[in-house]
């Protein structure tokens, strides 16, 4: 699917603006972004639900929306999952998961409910109806069902969100397993970075109706494009920097040397992220920070430390390293790639 400078708004106002990207076949994308940025509004788009202002969507090379085209829904050959999850009550596992397929002949229909039923852990549950089920064997009910007629894309508008935190840890790599297995392109809508991160091979950052960066997690992550991915992905803070050399650039963590050239002219005052994992507990280390604040991971803990010139950054330490709150550690630099954007 190819989407080329799509906007789509409501009574002439525009609330997804010039949006961009393509998913390939068999690729599961992700449109992340706070409440209210428009990921939903695109999402219904591409299903056919809402007219484009400008641009236009492709599906296999072919274009399904763009101001003087809109293919209609059913003839999309999209499948959807919801929040809120809707299958049929009156109707049992085996015949929600055959309502797609009424055009096929009956034995095709049945072998296809047959498989589906085991691709998704469901083998046996055919003649049960959906409120004796739990919500996460009801989602993937409804996750059969959408892929039931072998749709060219699958959408996902936030399936997880009402499912229990345990649950969903549980549920997403499954379902990505499944989509994987099927070869099956999808796009799923979330606000929830670490589903996003758990369930997609690429993600597309959105702000108020702009898509930000399209890339995958690693990217999103690591090299962010952008002030607010920087800002929105993960834990981080921005320290005041200025270039002294092409890849180098100095703040309160000293010189601070990248693998690439990071394109800005010396002299150049900077905002450089820092993430959790580039500042490292180090008990040798003659650099120091004093902890404010602590958070006990499991596996790790994550100190906030004020450096001696007062600004405050995350550290990540083993949780074998338990220090009190007040208490002076050694702290080691770990920054490959710099991130740097002009300061504002
Ligand atoms: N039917 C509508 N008529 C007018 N404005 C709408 C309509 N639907 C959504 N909007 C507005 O468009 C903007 C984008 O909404 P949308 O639901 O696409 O965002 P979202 O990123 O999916 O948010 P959330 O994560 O909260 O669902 C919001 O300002 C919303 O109020």
Redo the contacts with the bound molecule.
Sequence with gaps: MTLSNVS????G?A??KSASFQLLEGQIGC?L????????????AIAGF?SLMTGEIRIDGQVISSQSISVNPEHRHIGMVFQDIALFPHLTIAQNIAFGLSAWPKDVAQQRVTYLLDLVGLAGFQSRYPHSLSGGQQQRVALARAIAPKPKLLLM??PFSGLDAKLREELVPDIRAILQHEKMSALL???DQMEAFAMADQVSV?AA?EVHQTGSPYQIYHRPETRFVASFIGHGDFLAATVCGPDCVHSDLGNIRSELDHGFADATQVDLLVRPDDILHDDDSEFVGVIVSKWFRGSHFLYRVALSSGKVVYCFASSHHNHAVGQEIGLSVHLDHLVMFSRQ
């Design positions: 789509v708004g409501y009574d106002e609330v997804v449109l972004g706070p409440s209210g940025c428009g990921k939903s509004t695109l999402l219904r809402e508008d936030e809508v979330t606000h959105m109706g």
